[in-house]
Each structure stands twice: as structure tokens, then as C-alpha cells.
């Protein structure tokens, strides 16, 4: 099956702590991204990687980090310093970084911080 | 700036009524925009891209870069049409620039 998968679908987290939510592809795509989906808001960009072991801030990049080791799998952590992190993130991957390729989105995870 | 705005938050219409959801996009240079769509309980996909020139479920867009417009249409909208609707704007590094989301719901 293929496409773009991330785990868990739901996430709770603790105030302080950090959690990190995966996200894989078996696309062969070079760039990957990462959304924050706030009702109201749209999709705002954090994170993206346009290929291996490299990786640029988005818009909202604070309290957030990322790693690119393998082609396949982007994940994003969540650290205390981001201070409204309840949302639902959704990550993407194209097949290169380029302004007008189609962006394949996964199901999302949603984080809820208690 | 690049900026993309749909004015409406929700946009409600009865079966078989024509359908618009506006998109005003701010770009210097020529645009690429895309429209996104999210069923209920299913992932975000692409619907149109303005490059393509396609009807893909009904649906058209039309690039007026005159206006900074890419509004999509339907002359007949149907209830499985019921979603929300992204315009997104192509950034330069390949990323997506969204507008907030327009909620089409279409009744009985």
C-alpha cells in the first residue's frame, strides 16, 4: 500500500513534555513537509525537506524540530518550548521541491496537550 | 508578501444550485495555485491545479491574474460535494501557502 502514513492518530502530552510524531512515505519522494492545521487558520508550514539530511524552518518553526536520516521518514518533535502545540498536523511529500509539484498529504496526527 | 484569502468561512447551497468559492492570491511573478479538498474523515488531496486547465468532478478554475483570482466553480453542485475547500498558492521552495479553508455545505 502505498502513500504516506503517521502514527499515532491521536497523541496526548503532558505539559513539559516532549513527544515526536512520525511520518513515512514509500513514494521515493525527495521533499517532505510538515503542516500545523489550526480550525480557522488553514495549514501553516513548520518544517520541510527538500532532500536528505537537510531541512529549513517554516513559518512557525518555533518550539519544533525535525530530522531527515532517510529518504522515507521525516518526523517532527514537539518540544515545552512550543506553547500551544494542541492541533493537528498533517505531513506532506512531493516528488521535488519544486514551486507546482502536487503535494500527497497523510491522515494527520492530532495532538492534544492536557 | 505571498498571501492567499478565501473570504468565506462557510458557504452553504441547496443540490443542484451553482457553487463559487472565491481565492485571492498575492504573488510577485506567475503563480502556481492548486485547489486542495477534505472530505469528511478523509486526507487532504488535490482537486485542480491552474497548469492542468482540467473539470475534475464538475468542478473549474480559472486563473484571472488580472483580479489575482482562481475561484472554483460548479455549475450544479452536488451533496457529496460537501468538504472543506483549500486554495493554496505555490511557494518557491516548493512548499504550499493555504488560504484559511472555505466549508461547502450542500443540502437535500
Known amino acids: 500500500d502505498g502513500g504516506i502514513t503517521q502514527s499515532p492518530k491521536y497523541l496526548f502530552r503532558k505539559e513539559g513534555q516532549n513527544v515526536t510524531l512520525s511520518c513515512e512515505q514509500n513514494l521515493n519522494h525527495d521533499a517532505m513537509y510538515w503542516y500545523r492545521q489550526d480550525p480557522g487558520q488553514g495549514l501553516r508550514l513548520i518544517y520541510y525537506?527538500?532532500?536528505?539530511?537537510?531541512?529549513q524552518k517554516g513559518d512557525i518553526a518555533e518550539g519544533y524540530s525535525v530530522s531527515r536520516e532517510k529518504k522515507e521518514s521525516f518526523p517532527l518533535t514537539v518540544t515545552s518550548a512550543q506553547k500551544n502545540p494542541t492541533a493537528f498536523y498533517l505531513c506532506a511529500s512531493s516528488a521535488r521541491g519544486l514551486r507546482g509539484n502536487e503535494q500527497f498529504f497523510g491522515p494527520g496526527t492530532r495532538l492534544t496537550v492536557l | 508578501a505571498q498571501r492567499v484569502t478565501q473570504p468565506e468561512k462557510l458557504l452553504s447551497v441547496f443540490k443542484g444550485a451553482p457553487v463559487e468559492l472565491k481565492c485571492n492570491y498575492s504573488?510577485?511573478?506567475?503563480?502556481?495555485l492548486f485547489w486542495y479538498v477534505q472530505y469528511s474523515r478523509q486526507r487532504l488531496q488535490l482537486l485542480l491545479r491552474h497548469i492542468s486547465r482540467e473539470s475534475i468532478k464538475g468542478f473549474t478554475a480559472d486563473l484571472n491574474k488580472g483580479e489575482t483570482s482562481f475561484h472554483l466553480k460548479k455549475p450544479f453542485a452536488q451533496e457529496e460535494d460537501s468538504a472543506m475547500y483549500y486554495c493554496?498558492?505555490?511557494?518557491?521552495?516548493?512548499?504550499?501557502?493555504f488560504g484559511k479553508g472555505t466549508k461547502l455545505s450542500v443540502k437535500p
Open positions: 504573488y510577485s511573478g506567475s503563480p502556481e
Open positions: 525537506s527538500q532532500i536528505v539530511n537537510d531541512f
Open positions: 493554496a498558492l505555490g511557494g518557491s521552495q516548493g512548499n504550499l501557502i
